[in-house]
């Protein structure tokens, strides 16, 4: 059974940084593009970056580009976002979806049909 396990949330300052692991169990991730979303109280789930399953190609919201950083080991069947130069906006629940392709098409939920449990991250001083 396909599963994906969100960890490394947690509470931290403004201009602080967290790492985001995103573990696959059940499938090898190197047959599929992983996207990263986040959900804050009242908003719409939204994509916040995307990699394809080489890792070869990547792309980000415009709201975290030059502060996150998707990357993959599919060695470790191990999708991670390193999230820089946090802000109180950036808080939300995150969670990593997977969907059995190896190009990115799209980065909005309605592209992928497996999904983590969410990671909450709090930006907070």
């Known amino acids: 059974q396909l599963q994906l396990v969100e960890s490394g949330g947690g509470l931290v300052q403004p201009g602080g940084s967290l790492r985001l692991s995103c573990a696959a169990s059940g499938f090898t991730l190197n047959s599929y593009v992983i996207g990263w979303f986040r959900q804050a109280p009242g908003k719409e789930r939204e994509g916040v970056s995307c990699i394809s399953s080489s890792g070869g190609y990547t792309n980000y919201a415009d709201s975290v580009k030059g502060r996150f950083t998707i990357s993959r080991d599919n060695a470790k069947n191990t999708v991670y976002l390193q999230m820089n130069s946090l802000k109180p906006e950036d808080t939300a629940v995150y969670y990593c979806?997977?969907?059995?392709?190896?190009?990115?098409?799209?980065?909005?939920?309605?592209?992928?049909?497996?999904w983590g449990q969410g990671t909450q991250v709090t930006v907070s001083s």
């Open positions: 979806a997977a969907v059995r392709r190896t190009v990115v098409v799209g980065c909005v939920k309605a592209d992928f049909d497996s």
